[in-house]
């Protein structure tokens, strides 16, 4: 079993960047797929972005080229770097390890994008 926790979300204006990071405890983040997800209010929980264990990603086509996840096994830690940020990227940000037998989530960090 891993706890996950999110952090590094507030408040941006358009255009501007934030890096969520995603810290997990118990067992070794590396062996576990990751991803990120967001649920905007009023929406279903949509993914965004994934990384494999071994280090591919891939990217819901509204925030390819834009957004970057990347991972650090030996800190245990997920990161999405958000560039270009526009008002419809405003949601709840989650964190998911995903293996065989399980999947966990964080509880989620707030990003709002306004002027």
């Known amino acids: 079993q891993v706890q996950l926790v999110e952090s590094g979300g507030g408040l941006v204006q358009p255009g501007g960047s934030l890096r969520l990071s995603c810290a997990a405890s118990?067992?070794?983040?590396?062996?576990?797929?990751m991803g990120w997800y967001r649920q905007a209010p009023g929406k279903q929980r949509e993914l965004v972005a994934t990384?494999?264990?071994?280090?591919?990603?891939n990217y819901v086509d509204s925030v390819r080229g834009r957004f970057t996840i990347s991972r650090d096994n030996a800190k245990n830690t997920v990161y999405l770097q958000m560039n270009s940020l526009k008002p419809g990227d405003t949601a709840v940000y989650f964190c998911?390890?995903?293996?065989?037998?399980?999947?966990?989530w964080g509880q989620g960090t707030q990003v709002t994008v306004s002027s």
């Open positions: 118990g067992r070794g983040l590396g062996l576990y797929a």
């Open positions: 998911n390890a995903q293996r065989v037998g399980g999947s966990y």
């Open positions: 990384i494999t264990k071994g280090g591919i990603t």
